[in-house]
T-cell receptor, first 112, second 112 residues
Framework: QKEVEQNSGPLSVPEGAIASLNCTYS??????FFWYRQYSGKSPELIMFIYSNGDKEDGRFTAQLNKASQYVSLLIRDSQPSDSATYLCAVNMMDSSYKLIFGSGTRLLVRP | EAQVTQNPRYLITVTGKKLTVTCSQN?????MSWYRQDPGLGLRQIYY???????DKGDVPEGYKVSRKEKRNFPLILESPSPNQTSLYFCASSPGQGYEQFFGPGTRLTVL
């Protein structure tokens, strides 16, 4: 079982819709969770981070964390074509100092 | 401007010819890391460093070396590159455990 799992997609949504990206992780003791956006050939850039159970909102983005279910998600409201990218979920594992484990990413396509 | 820089950005070389990819950060971060990214495999950690003179292996260290003689620099050394090291390489830095990582622009390496 992979430590951090994401559906590779592509997830296709129409412009203006809500895109929902999901991630599950195996280390129950994980404390820090990150969502990165990566355009093709570019470096990952941080979208959101979340440490506590529940929802965290930042503009059009909402991160949701459920530690009991070992599940973290990213909602993108009012999706725009410029949101089309690969979204990487990353989890800071408790069993390794400073080690951030990345999922293989979900490709999002927003149709105009 | 706070940033992580990598050089070169693109490199084509031949099997067995030693090369170094430099990485530098100007944010006084303690933690630095190298990743490689391959299609379908996501970001995999090669080596990381928690501080000057402190380095450790990541998930895919074979064929690579690193050093951390200064806080700001973390070069990646390929002593005898092979075609299976053809990949997109990212350097990243972080203020510490549990914090986000800031990525450099990437180095696309081709080994013929």
């Amino acid at each position: 079982q992979k430590e951090v799992e994401q559906n590779s997609g592509p997830l296709s949504v129409p412009e203006g819709a809500i895109a929902s990206l999901n991630c599950t992780y195996s280390d129950r003791g994980s404390q820090s969770f990150f969502w990165y956006r990566q355009y093709s050939g570019k470096s990952p850039e941080l979208i959101m981070f979340i440490y506590s159970n529940g929802d965290k909102e930042d503009g059009r983005f909402t991160a949701q964390l459920n530690k009991a279910s070992q599940y973290v998600s990213l909602l993108i409201r009012d999706s725009q074509p410029s949101d089309s990218a690969t979204y990487l979920c990353a989890v800071n594992m408790m069993d390794s100092s400073y080690k951030l484990i990345f999922g293989s990413g979900t490709r999002l396509l927003v149709r105009p | 401007e706070a940033q992580v820089t990598q050089n070169p950005r693109y490199l084509i070389t031949v099997t067995g010819k030693k090369l170094t990819v430099t990485c530098s950060q100007n944010m006084n971060h303690e933690y630095m890391s190298w990743y490689r990214q391959d299609p379908g495999l996501g970001l995999r950690q090669i080596y990381y460093s928690m501080n000057v003179e402190v380095t450790d292996k990541g998930d895919v260290p074979e064929g690579y070396k690193v050093s951390r003689k200064e806080k700001r620099n973390f070069p990646l050394i390929l002593e005898s590159p092979s075609p299976n090291q053809t990949s997109l390489y990212f350097c990243a830095s972080s203020p510490g455990q549990g914090y986000e990582q800031f990525f450099g622009p990437g180095t696309r390496l081709t080994v013929l």
